[in-house]
């Protein structure tokens, strides 16, 4: 089995506070891990270590065979990150944001417009600017753009706010997807129900630290 994440004593720091305090956490290929706990437990600054985005002040740390001490910024290429906040270009159109993020990375126009047909933002919605979207349109765009960077690791935090029930299902059939196409996923939710059901294993992260999971 391939290792994709592998943290060891990581600890991290947001403005002098430590986010993370030395966590131990190993994700293999074709895993969907859900990450659970409460606010400011430390879900989101694993998300952001493994991203690339958060350093680490002590321990070790890779995500597909990359340092994160010293390569950190060459992993970004690699993983596909979606935060609480979608990561659109308001000015720009639905169709406009993710073929922006098709280019990064090569991806076709035939990539795109299945995308986008799987969210459900083609037709009408595609010359649309991003700001005048409603908020689980403009999640449905995020996650569109997402899957077209080709990401072998998925990152998202809180993937499912913003969408009805129907797009919660469409996605969670995309990420499965992914998932038998060679893709991992670490994802932090509190819609617990939903978020069980579709993690192959529970992780809870408390005061910085992995405090206990379940399978």
């Not at 600890?11 to 994700?27: E, H, K, Q, R, W």
């Not at 070790?60 to 990150?81: A, F, H, I, K």
């Amino acid at each position: 089995m391939e290792t994709v994440v592998e943290l060891s004593g990581v600890v991290a720091v947001l403005s002098s506070f430590p986010a993370l305090a030395g966590i131990d956490l190993a994700v293999q290929r074709g895993e969907i891990v859900l990450l659970h706990g409460p606010n400011g437990a430390g879900k989101t600054s694993v998300l952001r270590v493994c991203a690339g985005l958060l350093p680490i002040e002590r321990g070790e740390g890779s995500v597909m065979g990359v340092n994160l001490r010293t390569q950190r910024e060459s992993v970004r290429e690699r993983v596909g990150l979606l935060g609480h906040s979608n990561g659109l270009y308001l000015e720009l159109t639905v169709a406009q944001n993710v073929a922006f993020w098709a280019s990064a990375v090569g991806a076709s126009s035939q990539e795109v417009a299945l995308a986008m047909q799987q969210m459900k933002i083609d037709g009408r919605l595609a010359d649309i600017k991003a700001s005048q979207l409603s908020a689980g349109q403009r999640r449905r765009c995020a996650l569109a753009s997402l899957m077209v960077r080709r990401a072998s690791l998925w990152l998202l935090d809180e993937p499912h706010a913003g969408l009805d029930t129907a797009g919660q299902d469409e996605f969670d059939a995309i990420l499965r997807t992914a998932v038998n196409s060679g893709a991992t996923v670490i994802f932090a939710s509190h819609e617990t129900q939903r978020s069980r059901s579709l993690a192959t294993r529970v992780i809870r992260v408390e005061g910085g630290l992995i405090s206990g999971g379940e399978s």
